[in-house]
Protein backbone atom coordinates (compact mmCIF):
# COMPACT_ATOMS: atom_id res chain seq x y z
CA UNK A 1 0.00 0.00 0.00
CA UNK A 2 0.84 3.58 -0.98
CA UNK A 3 2.62 5.78 2.44
CA UNK A 4 0.29 8.64 2.42
CA UNK A 5 3.20 11.15 3.88
CA UNK A 6 5.34 9.62 0.65
CA UNK A 7 2.24 9.86 -1.84
CA UNK A 8 1.45 13.61 -0.54
CA UNK A 9 5.15 15.02 -0.97
CA UNK A 10 4.74 13.23 -4.55
CA UNK A 11 1.60 15.23 -5.28
CA UNK A 12 2.99 18.38 -4.11
CA UNK A 13 6.09 17.80 -6.15
CA UNK A 14 3.63 16.94 -9.43
CA UNK A 15 1.20 19.93 -8.36
CA UNK A 16 4.35 22.04 -8.82
CA UNK A 17 5.48 21.16 -12.20
CA UNK A 18 2.02 20.86 -13.39
CA UNK A 19 1.57 16.83 -13.74
CA UNK A 20 -1.75 15.62 -12.92
CA UNK A 21 -1.69 12.26 -12.07
CA UNK A 22 0.83 9.62 -11.71
CA UNK A 23 -0.02 8.00 -14.78
CA UNK A 24 0.78 11.28 -16.16
CA UNK A 25 4.17 11.17 -14.30
CA UNK A 26 4.72 7.72 -15.21
CA UNK A 27 4.64 8.41 -19.15
CA UNK A 28 6.82 11.73 -18.91
CA UNK A 29 9.30 10.06 -17.08
CA UNK A 30 9.72 6.82 -19.16
CA UNK A 31 9.32 4.95 -16.47
CA UNK A 32 6.05 2.16 -15.21
CA UNK A 33 3.45 3.27 -13.10
CA UNK A 34 5.05 -0.15 -10.69
CA UNK A 35 8.19 2.17 -10.36
CA UNK A 36 5.94 5.41 -9.52
CA UNK A 37 3.89 3.39 -6.72
CA UNK A 38 7.60 2.20 -4.95
CA UNK A 39 8.35 5.67 -4.32
CA UNK A 40 4.97 6.53 -2.97
CA UNK A 41 5.47 3.29 -0.99
CA UNK A 42 8.97 4.47 0.62
CA UNK A 43 10.86 1.88 -1.30
CA UNK A 44 13.46 4.29 -2.85
CA UNK A 45 16.50 1.98 -1.78
CA UNK A 46 15.07 -1.03 -4.07
CA UNK A 47 14.92 1.42 -7.07
CA UNK A 48 17.04 1.65 -9.91
CA UNK A 49 19.53 4.45 -10.67
CA UNK A 50 18.73 4.95 -13.93
CA UNK A 51 14.69 5.65 -12.49
CA UNK A 52 15.67 7.97 -10.18
CA UNK A 53 17.67 9.81 -13.08
CA UNK A 54 14.90 10.33 -15.03
CA UNK A 55 12.52 10.73 -12.37
CA UNK A 56 14.85 14.05 -10.99
CA UNK A 57 14.66 16.43 -14.10
CA UNK A 58 10.85 15.72 -14.90
CA UNK A 59 10.37 16.41 -10.80
CA UNK A 60 12.75 19.48 -11.34
CA UNK A 61 14.60 18.45 -8.56
CA UNK A 62 18.00 17.14 -7.82
CA UNK A 63 18.69 13.88 -7.59
CA UNK A 64 20.18 14.12 -3.95
CA UNK A 65 17.21 15.91 -2.82
CA UNK A 66 15.02 13.39 -4.60
CA UNK A 67 16.89 10.95 -2.02
CA UNK A 68 16.08 12.40 0.46
CA UNK A 69 12.73 13.17 0.60
CA UNK A 70 11.91 9.59 -0.65
CA UNK A 71 14.36 7.77 1.49
CA UNK A 72 12.39 5.91 4.17
CA UNK A 73 15.76 4.96 5.52
CA UNK A 74 16.07 7.02 9.37
CA UNK A 75 19.88 8.79 9.67
CA UNK A 76 20.03 8.78 13.30
CA UNK A 77 23.49 8.65 15.06
CA UNK A 78 25.26 10.55 12.43
CA UNK A 79 22.67 12.67 9.75
CA UNK A 80 25.57 14.69 8.38
CA UNK A 81 27.56 11.76 7.89
CA UNK A 82 25.24 9.41 6.31
CA UNK A 83 23.80 11.86 4.43
CA UNK A 84 27.01 12.84 2.79
CA UNK A 85 27.56 8.66 2.22
CA UNK A 86 24.30 8.36 0.19
CA UNK A 87 25.21 11.39 -1.69
CA UNK A 88 28.60 9.80 -2.56
CA UNK A 89 27.20 6.71 -3.19
CA UNK A 90 24.54 7.97 -5.75
CA UNK A 91 27.07 9.99 -7.71
CA UNK A 92 29.18 6.88 -7.66
CA UNK A 93 25.76 5.10 -9.24
CA UNK A 94 25.48 7.86 -11.55
CA UNK A 95 29.59 7.55 -12.77
CA UNK A 96 28.58 4.32 -13.75
CA UNK A 97 25.16 4.54 -15.06
CA UNK A 98 27.34 7.59 -17.56
CA UNK A 99 29.61 4.44 -17.94
CA UNK A 100 27.68 2.26 -19.46
CA UNK A 101 25.36 4.79 -21.63
CA UNK A 102 28.51 5.47 -23.23
CA UNK A 103 29.50 1.83 -22.99
CA UNK A 104 26.19 0.83 -25.16
CA UNK A 105 26.52 3.58 -27.84
CA UNK A 106 29.83 2.30 -28.54
CA UNK A 107 28.39 -1.15 -29.23
CA UNK A 108 25.56 -0.05 -31.13
CA UNK A 109 28.22 2.16 -33.59
CA UNK A 110 30.31 -0.94 -33.47
CA UNK A 111 26.79 -3.47 -34.76
CA UNK A 112 26.09 -0.03 -37.00
CA UNK A 113 29.38 -0.60 -38.78
CA UNK A 114 29.39 -4.55 -38.55
CA UNK A 115 25.92 -4.46 -40.36
CA UNK A 116 26.55 -1.80 -42.77
CA UNK A 117 29.97 -4.19 -44.04
CA UNK A 118 28.06 -7.03 -44.26
CA UNK A 119 25.47 -5.51 -46.56
CA UNK A 120 28.07 -4.01 -48.38
CA UNK A 121 29.80 -7.70 -48.56
CA UNK A 122 26.44 -9.22 -50.03
CA UNK A 123 25.72 -6.62 -52.07
CA UNK A 124 29.20 -5.88 -53.84
CA UNK A 125 28.51 -7.36 -57.42
CA UNK A 126 25.85 -5.05 -57.68
CA UNK A 127 27.89 -2.31 -56.26
CA UNK A 128 30.82 -3.45 -58.56
CA UNK A 129 29.04 -4.00 -62.02
CA UNK A 130 25.66 -2.05 -62.00
CA UNK A 131 27.51 1.49 -62.96
CA UNK A 132 28.77 -0.39 -65.69
CA UNK A 133 25.49 -1.91 -66.63
CA UNK A 134 23.91 1.33 -66.71
CA UNK A 135 26.01 3.39 -68.29
CA UNK A 136 25.83 0.53 -71.28
CA UNK A 137 21.99 0.69 -71.46
CA UNK A 138 22.42 4.68 -71.80
CA UNK A 139 24.95 4.07 -74.59
CA UNK A 140 22.88 1.48 -76.14
CA UNK A 141 18.69 2.01 -75.50
CA UNK A 142 18.34 -1.29 -77.85
CA UNK A 143 19.81 -3.16 -74.76
CA UNK A 144 17.77 -6.33 -73.79
CA UNK A 145 16.80 -4.93 -70.24
CA UNK A 146 16.36 -8.58 -69.08
CA UNK A 147 20.47 -9.11 -69.15
CA UNK A 148 20.51 -6.47 -66.84
CA UNK A 149 18.03 -7.54 -64.21
CA UNK A 150 20.44 -10.53 -62.86
CA UNK A 151 22.80 -8.01 -61.42
CA UNK A 152 20.09 -6.04 -58.91
CA UNK A 153 18.27 -9.56 -58.39
CA UNK A 154 20.75 -11.97 -57.15
CA UNK A 155 22.74 -9.34 -54.56
CA UNK A 156 19.31 -8.59 -53.66
CA UNK A 157 18.23 -11.71 -53.16
CA UNK A 158 21.28 -13.14 -51.27
CA UNK A 159 21.00 -9.97 -48.99
CA UNK A 160 17.10 -10.95 -47.89
CA UNK A 161 17.99 -14.40 -47.37
CA UNK A 162 21.12 -13.57 -45.50
CA UNK A 163 18.35 -11.57 -43.49
CA UNK A 164 15.87 -14.05 -43.27
CA UNK A 165 13.58 -12.60 -44.97
CA UNK A 166 11.02 -13.81 -47.76
CA UNK A 167 9.04 -13.13 -50.27
CA UNK A 168 5.15 -13.60 -49.64
CA UNK A 169 4.53 -14.93 -53.40
CA UNK A 170 5.71 -14.24 -56.56
CA UNK A 171 4.15 -11.59 -58.79
CA UNK A 172 1.79 -13.09 -60.81
CA UNK A 173 1.14 -15.51 -58.64
CA UNK A 174 -2.74 -16.62 -58.60
CA UNK A 175 -3.20 -17.05 -54.59
CA UNK A 176 -5.89 -17.47 -51.90
CA UNK A 177 -6.95 -13.77 -50.54
CA UNK A 178 -6.04 -13.74 -46.64
CA UNK A 179 -6.37 -10.23 -45.43
CA UNK A 180 -3.30 -10.83 -43.26
CA UNK A 181 -0.68 -11.20 -46.24
CA UNK A 182 -2.45 -9.26 -49.04
CA UNK A 183 -4.08 -5.43 -49.36
CA UNK A 184 -6.45 -5.51 -52.40
CA UNK A 185 -5.21 -2.36 -54.75
CA UNK A 186 -8.76 -2.34 -56.61
CA UNK A 187 -12.35 -4.13 -56.43
CA UNK A 188 -13.25 -6.63 -53.56
CA UNK A 189 -12.49 -9.82 -52.22
CA UNK A 190 -13.39 -12.41 -50.06
CA UNK A 191 -11.09 -14.68 -47.55
CA UNK A 192 -10.09 -17.91 -49.88
CA UNK A 193 -11.04 -15.84 -53.36
CA UNK A 194 -8.75 -16.15 -56.04
CA UNK A 195 -6.76 -13.12 -56.27
CA UNK A 196 -3.38 -12.08 -58.34
CA UNK A 197 -0.30 -10.79 -56.98
CA UNK A 198 0.40 -7.81 -58.12
CA UNK A 199 3.96 -6.27 -56.06
CA UNK A 200 4.97 -9.11 -53.94
CA UNK A 201 4.78 -8.88 -49.65
CA UNK A 202 7.59 -9.52 -47.53
CA UNK A 203 7.77 -11.74 -43.82
CA UNK A 204 10.64 -11.90 -41.59
CA UNK A 205 10.47 -14.77 -39.54
CA UNK A 206 7.08 -14.57 -37.95
CA UNK A 207 7.26 -10.65 -38.83
CA UNK A 208 5.43 -9.14 -41.79
CA UNK A 209 7.00 -6.11 -42.95
CA UNK A 210 4.72 -5.56 -45.89
CA UNK A 211 1.74 -6.64 -47.25
CA UNK A 212 1.31 -8.34 -50.95
CA UNK A 213 -0.38 -5.80 -53.51
CA UNK A 214 -3.13 -7.93 -54.94
CA UNK A 215 -6.08 -7.87 -57.36
CA UNK A 216 -9.07 -9.56 -58.06
CA UNK A 217 -8.57 -12.49 -61.06
Do not use: C
Not at 40 to 69: A, F, H, I, N, W
Not at 149 to 159: D, G, I, R, W, Y
Amino acid sequence: MPNIDFTQKLQNLMQRVGISSFKALSRAAGVSERQILRLRQGKLEQMRVDVLLKLSPVLEMPLSELVTTFSSVELLQNPAAANQELLQEIANLKTEYDRLQLQLEQQREILLQELQQSTIQLLESLLLQWPTAAQKAQENPQLAAVKIVPLVQKPLEKLLHGWGVEAIASVGREVAYDPQLHQLMEGTAQPGEIVKVRYTGYLQGDKLLYRAKVSPV
